[in-house]
């Protein structure tokens, strides 16, 4: 598989094959892949726990990034679902807000949806956001 992977940390049967199938078309964008990006996790701090249950609150409350693709021009945050839903839209804008948030890069970050169909009423709904939807090949 592309970049050295054949197994996806986290993403579902579905999801893994619809960015193994992007990937045998699109490897050559990227120069690196990053996968179960942890961000967020906030919601600890305003617990009551002892000082040894915090790093471990700390992460399980983290969200997931599936994929963040380093490319010459952007940093990808990607999600990945067989379409390109609400959900989807929602997950991916909100994780490249809390990748801005807590690290600092020099490329722009790019929000992008690798999906297998496109919702057609979303597409204008996505564009207006500046996320970036791309369709797997054959999927």
Do not use: I
């Amino acid at each position: 598989m592309a970049l050295g992977h054949t197994r996806f940390p986290h993403l579902s049967q579905a999801d893994a094959a619809v960015w193994a199938t992007y990937l045998a078309f699109n490897a050559w964008r990227y120069s690196a892949l990053d996968y179960d990006v942890s961000v967020g996790g906030k919601a600890a701090d305003r617990a009551s726990l002892g000082s040894g249950l915090l790093p471990m609150w700390r992460s399980l409350l983290k969200k997931r990034v599936d994929v963040v693709g380093w490319t010459a021009e952007a940093l990808e945050v990607v999600e990945v679902k067989p379409l390109s839903s609400m959900a989807a839209l929602g997950q991916v804008l909100t994780y490249a807000h809390l990748l801005r948030e807590e690290r600092e890069f020099r490329l722009p970050l790019l929000p992008v949806v690798v999906c297998a169909r496109q919702d057609p009423d979303l597409e204008g709904v996505f564009l207006s956001f500046g996320v970036d939807v791309r369709l797997a090949p054959g999927s």
